[in-house]
């Protein structure tokens, strides 16, 4: 089901699927066939929005399962992503790079090409992806997506995880597009990211039920980007409602915090500041209080800045209503 489950089912319903595979193949003494369905539950579950705080703790338990078969090889993949939950969690050194505990990417780094371990090399790189558009380092995820997106498609084939990467790595794209000085720069990675929304698009015709509200989420980006601020408004609109039937509490506060971005250029620091607090709420539920110490020095500027112009601010942060949240009745003009 890792290659063709996720055509025709949401990613929401997979995880079970491997949580069945992995009792069903220690029950009968399959042992490897088990450990990696138990890999590939983590981290469809790590990517559909599970709060990171539950998820470290079964990875702590579960380990040890991985341990005891002396299942190494297949230890080092899953701990690349506890290693980046970790991460946006705050529990780490260094919020960008895999370092801690679990995992270091530049030991790893320095063995890899002895060992040969390009897989793996290729698991961290596309963890870079993650870290870079969940933490806000956009220019940090949009260089390792340009590196390897190619190699991702070669690789991983049909897996589950590429309608992400083309998501992630389109929204790093677009934004480092916008925030850069370098022309050339610019025109690059506004041109990869176009690639990624179009590859999206591929898939979405094809009837992949994961790709939809990915695929909105860069076409608000790419509308952002050239100023057509009432169309990215509204797909930024169907985004969050969208990835709040799915329960993708990451994706949704990703939307919003990307909405607070268009709201600012429009020169709405007020509205802005509504949906950055609902994305500080989703990322605090989520568990990724990296994020949210990140998240509230932003909006802290955000409000010295509308102070600034003469503009009341009356939020505190978490408080008020969100016109673009799940549910309301706010429009694209708002």
């Not at 530049?106 to 390009?118: L, S, Y």
């Not at 509308?223 to 408004?233: I, N, P």
């Not at 969208?242 to 971005?261: P, V, W």
């Amino acid at each position: 089901c890792l290659g063709t489950m996720h055509w025709v089912r949401p990613l929401g319903e997979i995880p079970a699927l491997f949580w069945e595979a992995y009792e069903l193949g220690m029950a009968c003494g399959d042992v490897d066939s088990a450990i990696r369905a138990l890999m590939y539950y983590w981290q469809t579950r790590f990517y559909i929005g599970v709060p990171l705080p539950q998820l470290d703790e079964e990875m702590l338990k579960y380990s040890k399962v991985m341990e005891d078969f002396r299942r190494a090889d297949t230890r080092s993949i899953i701990n690349v992503t506890w290693q980046s939950i970790r991460n946006l969690r705050g529990l780490s050194d260094n919020d960008i790079k895999l370092k801690g505990d679990i995992f270091d990417e530049d030991a790893f780094f320095r063995n890899a090409a002895e060992e040969n371990d390009n897989f793996v090399s290729l698991v961290v790189m596309s963890c870079r992806q993650t870290q870079g558009v969940f933490l806000g380092e956009y220019e940090y995820g949009a260089a390792a997506s340009v590196k390897i997106f190619d190699e991702e498609l070669k690789v991983f084939g049909g897996w589950f995880f590429l309608p992400l990467a083309a998501c992630y790595s389109g929204v790093c794209c677009y934004a480092t597009s916008h925030s850069t000085s370098n022309k050339a720069h610019a025109k690059r990675y506004r041109k990869f990211a176009d690639k990624c929304r179009k590859q999206l698009h591929v898939w979405a015709d094809k009837g992949n039920p994961n790709c939809d509200h990915r695929l909105a989420l860069l076409e608000a980006e790419h509308k952002m980007l050239r100023s057509k601020y009432d169309f990215a408004l509204f797909k930024f609109r169907s985004v969050i409602e969208m990835t709040d039937k799915l329960g993708c509490i990451h994706e949704q506060a990703l939307a919003n915090e990307r909405l607070s971005e268009c709201l600012v250029r429009m020169g709405k620091r007020d509205v802005a500041l509504l949906a950055m607090a609902e994305a500080i709420r989703l990322y605090e539920e989520w568990g990724a209080m990296k994020k949210v110490e990140k998240l509230r020095l932003a909006c802290e500027k955000m409000r010295q800045g509308a102070r600034a112009d003469g503009v009341a601010v009356s939020v505190g942060g978490d408080t008020g209503t969100v016109p673009f949240a799940a549910g309301s009745t706010g429009t694209a003009s708002a």
